[in-house]
């Protein structure tokens, strides 16, 4: 019989009572999470080779990485080959998350009651990394094309109306600065000189108008707009509406549909107990 106090437990896995600083990562961990984000909507298996260049780590370790992965039923890999795509098993993690996001349910019927008015593809955003990734989508009915994008797809912050507009109600200006100082080094010298003015004007609004606006600057020939919306507990997320840009001009985006947006987003607002930033005020509710 073991004596009091002692259990008949199995040993702990290594690791478990090292002295690693409590909010210290753990580099396997986040190493296998950027092979997991290598595979997009459009880029659906990828060789060893190629998530080693795309993520940086030696490929004997993406090699280990890809194994395990495997294992656990999150990627699977096609016979005789190298090459390895996501498997079913993040499909029960997908649902978990946006299962958990009731907002969604809420936001639904706003979203295409606005795609139908403004005649435009309406998404709700919230932010992975430094990524807006879209959790609902809404499209008009009476649309001759319909929106290309799907729940899942991702945004870059920096250049995208929902990226915009999530930043623009960070309220913290020490956490929004850093916020934009990684947006800055993510897009690189180059592409942040594009970006900049467009980037600027968006914030201007923001602080003015309540709206961030992206003229071309995600994809050449679509233009939006987007609006923070804040709900219980804190989180920020983002609604945007647009389209073409031969319809949806700078001018109909703030005379015509801005408006209507930030009426959903405050009808959104209303049902879920968050709140839609005052323009020039992030913390406070509209």
């Known amino acids: 019989m073991a004596s009091r106090g002692k259990t008949s437990h199995s040993t702990p896995v290594t690791g478990d009572t090292d002295d690693t600083p409590a909010g210290a990562t753990v580099s396997a961990l986040e190493r296998g999470i950027a092979v997991l984000r290598c595979f997009r909507e459009d880029v659906r298996d990828l060789s060893n080779a190629e998530l080693a260049r795309m993520t940086g780590i030696p490929k004997p370790t993406v090699t280990r990485l890809a194994t395990t992965l495997v294992a656990q039923g999150l990627m699977k890999q096609a016979p005789g080959t190298e090459r390895f795509s996501l498997s079913a098993g993040v499909v029960s993690l997908a649902q978990a998350f946006l299962g958990g996001i009731d907002l969604r349910a809420f936001a639904r019927p706003h979203m295409a009651e606005l795609a139908d008015q403004a005649n435009g593809a309406v998404y709700l955003g919230v932010r992975d990394g430094l990524d807006m990734v879209l959790v609902e989508t809404a499209s008009p009915r009476a649309a001759l094309l319909l929106a290309r994008l799907r729940v899942g797809s991702r945004f870059p912050m920096v250049s995208s109306a929902l990226g915009r507009a999530y930043v623009s109600a960070v309220s913290d200006i020490r956490e929004r600065e850093r916020l934009e ?43 939006s707009v987007a609006v923070p919306l804040v709900v219980p507990g804190g989180e920020i997320v983002a609604l945007n509406c647009g389209g073409p840009s031969f319809l949806f001009s700078e001018g109909h985006l703030r005379q015509d549909v801005a408006p209507m947006l930030l009426a959903t987003a405050r009808a959104i607002a209303r049902e879920v107990g968050g709140f839609v930033p005052a323009p020039g005020h992030a913390s406070n509710v509209a």
């Not at 993510?186 to 003015?208: F, I, T, V």
């Open 181 to 223: 100082l990684r947006l800055r080094e993510s897009a690189g010298a180059d592409e942040w000189q594009r970006l900049e003015a467009g980037y600027a004007r968006a914030q201007d609004d923001a602080g003015r108008h309540g709206y961030c606006l992206s003229l071309g600057e995600f994809h050449r020939d679509i233009h």
